[in-house]
């Protein structure tokens, strides 16, 4: 079932647009990758769906609600958890309070303090080191946070913002094992990735955009997939736009 | 020993004015430099109320609490909250103007000299411990820890506490958690604000109202904010507390005109010998 | 080499400066209105005509010292009133007491304005910010007790009286002498200031103001710059403090108090404190308006109040900002209406290191860490760590999160203090020295998140990084010496051959803080070895690339190492590092667990467990054989078969 639709989506930062139609949609249970280039808007086109950055053109629903006109902190209540690229956790607060601010968006408390209970099963070191700030932790371990903080939200929408970057290859390795697993209790995941590999191993659709259009989009199986990934990442923007 | 009262209940006033900057920094990020001024503006309040005669206590403080309270909040909406994005020094320029717009008015409403306006509460000195002691100076001591208190505890231990301690660190992902980081800004302004014209009618009898009030209670209220470290309440009480004394015996010992430069020295001495203030010290990973 | 010359305004526009056509245009301006102001005299303008240009210039002069604070330091800080006080009360004090010499006033009055603005901005300078802020707050509210303190000599709080007419090397100055005294120091002045602006100084403020950590990566130790930049906004008020002695002939005390400052601060918001004459365009809109009309006074707080809130508002960076503002948005509608603008895409400059890619030839010098400790609060965080990383090099640091990759390099650019052990540059100790004297040693770096201040060009970024090793002093600046020629004309040859090797010509004059992730890796690559480092930190160089970037990187990189260079790369991407490193340091938990070439650590047990794990073959952007075109190096390299194929091939 379709859970997050973007259609012909327009964006921003200001005056000048990165994103001029963005169209893919994601279901539950899957895993929906975003690839290409640098600057091709792929961040972006995220921010713009959490409503930090203004939708221009176009549209964003979530569960056939539109989203465009909700500021972000309704976004996240509504069902939309963006895990931002760079291990965003709040530094200076403990691990506890970081998954604590995750429930504010969870419209049940109860539920959401079930949840924090399953990410510290799910993640024992969060539990173990549940006292100390975020700060301390390693890389591998803020990104587990920050995907633990977005999850006790209870999301509707999971997206991650280059989940693998910055994170040794046996974290990566681990990292995949979460996608998956959250893929299998039906979730809705949207996954922008810089490591395609790494994009193709959790995905089940794949789509790419260049110079913020979709330009492909296709099953992760698809035999052209390969191809056309290599045409988005070395071609030059006037080929295509 | 009098002295010492006396310099704690100079103190608390700092104390205030420093905790009132702790409250809007952490409901916003932004320290208030206008605060002093709505304090002021409390005070003034109270020397209306006190002229026109006819209004209960109660009312001049609740009174104090609104109109400040509503300037805050203007100054949040008009001065803070438009330059959110633009980054550097901006904000520092236009509350800086806010301030001096409302000690402009008040000048020109009252003039500029000090205004005096008797206590409400009792006034006949108390012995306490072989000590001479005005009630006002201990409701005032009194009051100043009971607000750090409050704080402290809210800061802690409340949701919207929490809220504001991650809005500081990351006021984006703050959002992303579900956190309405604006209205937080707007209403922890106007609530620092009105809490800072709530006590212009306490401390007005101790410091009488006076325009160029505001300037001293600014200054020295970063003083203590500095040495006791943003966002700690109880740093800033125990800075504020070691100020009024030091404040008070340098007026006893050393001369009246030495009072503040007294205050200056000790206070450049401790940031030239602890750099990261009182408080300070954690040291994250720089790169 | 011919960009070099057509480049020159790339210190200029950092600091809004403009072309090269308006510079020269400026050039022979300048004295003209100097010659035009200074005549005014004789051109029948009335005494009180006369006097507000004298105020102008007074205020004007005590403006552009909070300007140079505030605009080019980032630092609020309202000394200048205090300083502007100490010159005047000087001047009076000498006139009256002791010599009454208009030079030996003025340099007495500059002297004591200098010594009271670094005692009295020392403690507060650390910390920056608020505690400057309320630190110069404060001086201002200590001037009327200072002043009683001294009751007698100064006049306490009924003002010093009886200040007398200047001399000048013992003739009277007559009122329009003393005038035209006044407008030639105050022109000096802003050439001065203008030349330190407009120069790598103005560049180095830059620089700190956005970040401390880059500034001491360049080279500049952040509180050496912060104290000249305090220090240097206290000439202009002692200049103005003896101006205004001699003008009125009375001082008062409660002239100096938090209304002058609050004037100082306003004139700066609406003149514009990034800018060199908005000083001037700030202090006469002052001058000419609030502070003439009497009936205002009543109000001029208010008024005050009002125009710092909504210059702060509307102004940014004052009404020469404004100006600057709509010149951009004409060029931005000129250019909206040719294309996208150059800077958003990637992929329009030629790829990265495409063309033929060469660097200045160095003498790389060895990095030897020897029995290195570190630990944070107990926790050991880098544990007795051994390794060499040889000239002509590509050593990488690898190992799983948290196990002390970027603290080991913070520990050699000096960032940190190490508990235990050496490092060694050549034969020289570095372990020890504040990160901006090892960066001067010749270690260059560049940073996990790109550090690309604002309002920098490409060209501009690029030469800041030979700022540590090639260093010009503030006079030679101010004064444009032979030396400071020289210099510029060195960074602009360096910069171009950099930025054509990088891809980047032709982007000489692009905002920097602008470009595309790829493109700022590059830029910083650029700026690490700018100075001719013989050893580069580079921190995760490679993360968030995409494939195209990542190839133009292998290419640059292996580049930079055939020119000698020492390279140590802290780096996830295991694809990339097997491609590119001829020795691989692994570390886990603080400790090394194995050295060895590409290929010995790939089959190495212990690291595939703890380190590659399953991800070994998923993780980072795609290193592909046939993308890499660039020579492989001649060494031996069993690591890189795929490489050594492909060599076979074009050979």
Known sequence: MTVLEVEGLATGYGDLRVVGDATFRVDSGSVTALLGRNGAGKTTTLRAIAGLNKITAGSATLDGADLSRMPPYRRARAGIAYVQEGKRVFRSRTVEDNLALGTYACRDQARGRALVTEMYERFPVLAQRRKQPAAALSGGQQQMLAIAQALVADPVALMLDEPSAGLAPAIVGQVLDVIKDLRAHGLAVLLVEQAVDFALAAADRVVVLNVGRTVYSARSDDPGLRDAIQRAYMAEESELS | ?287 | MTTAATTSTATGTATGAGTSTARRLALAGWPVTVGLVAALPWMGLSSATLRLVLLIAILSLVVSGLNLTLGYAGELALGQVPLYAAGAYTTGYLAINVIDDLLACLIAAVAVALLLGVVTGLPGLRLGGWTLAITSFFVVLLIPSVISVFGDRLGGLEGLNGIPVPTLFGADLDDNAFYVVVIVVTAAWFAVFRNIVVSRHGASFLVLKQSPVLATAIGTSPFATKVTVYALSAVPAGIAGCFMAYLDSYLSPLSFGLELAIVVLAAAVLGGATSVYGAIVGAALMEIGPLRITVFDKYAMVVYGVFLIAGGLLLRNGLTGVAERLGRKAKAAVRSRRGPAPAAGPSDAAPAGAAAVSFPVVDGLALTVAGVSKSFGGNLAVDDVSFEARPGQITALVGPNGSGKTTLMNLVSGYYALDGGTIRLGDQVISGLPAYKVARRGVGRTFQTPLIPQGLTVMDTIVTGRFARHRISLAESALRLPRHWRALKAERATGAQIMESLGLAGQAGTQAADLALGTRRMLELGRAIAGGSSLVLLDEVASGLDEDDVHGLVRVLTSMRDAGITILLVEHNFALVRALADTIVVLAEGRVIATGTPAEIASHPEVVQTYLGQGGDIAGTRVLADRLDGDPPDRDRPGTDRLDTEKADRA
């Open chain 2, 1 to 287: 020993m009098t002295d010492i009262i006396a310099g704690l209940a100079t103190g608390a006033v700092y104390a205030m004015v420093a905790l009132g900057y702790n409250l809007t920094y952490l409901a916003s990020g932004v320290l208030n430099f206008a605060h002093a001024n709505l304090m002021v503006l409390g005070m003034y309040v109270a020397y209306w109320a006190h002229s026109t005669g006819n209004l209960a206590t109660p009312l001049v403080f609740v009174a104090a609490f609104l109109l400040a309270g509503l300037a805050g909040l203007l100054e949040e909406r008009l001065a803070i909250q438009p330059l959110r994005k633009a980054g550097g020094s901006a904000e520092l320029v236009t509350m800086v103007g806010v301030a001096t717009v409302i000690t402009g008015i008040i000048s020109l409403t009252y003039g500029s000299d000090a205004l005096r306006v008797p206590f409400f509460g009792p006034d006949e000195t108390l012995v306490l411990l072989g000590t001479r002691a005005q009630p006002i100076d201990l409701i005032i001591i009194a009051a100043a820890v009971v607000l750090a208190l409050a704080l402290h505890t809210g800061t802690r231990h409340t949701r919207i506490g929490l809220a504001a301690l991650a809005q500081i660190d990351d006021r984006e992902a703050a959002q992303l958690r579900g956190i309405n980081v604006s209205a937080l800004s707007m209403w922890g302004f106007a609530f620092a604000a009105a809490v800072g014209g709530l006590l212009g009618p306490l401390l007005v009898a101790k410091t009488f109202a006076a325009p160029s009030l505001a300037l001293v209670l600014a200054v020295k209220g970063f003083v203590v904010l500095v040495l006791g470290g943003v966002g700690s309440h109880r740093g800033v009480l125990l800075a504020a507390f070691a100020i009024g004394i030091v404040e008070a015996l340098g007026a006893r010992y050393i001369g009246p005109l030495y009072r503040d430069i007294v205050v200056f020295a000790v206070f450049a001495v401790t940031l030239l010998t602890f750099p990261q203030g009182l408080a300070g010290g954690r040291k994250e990973r720089v790169v």
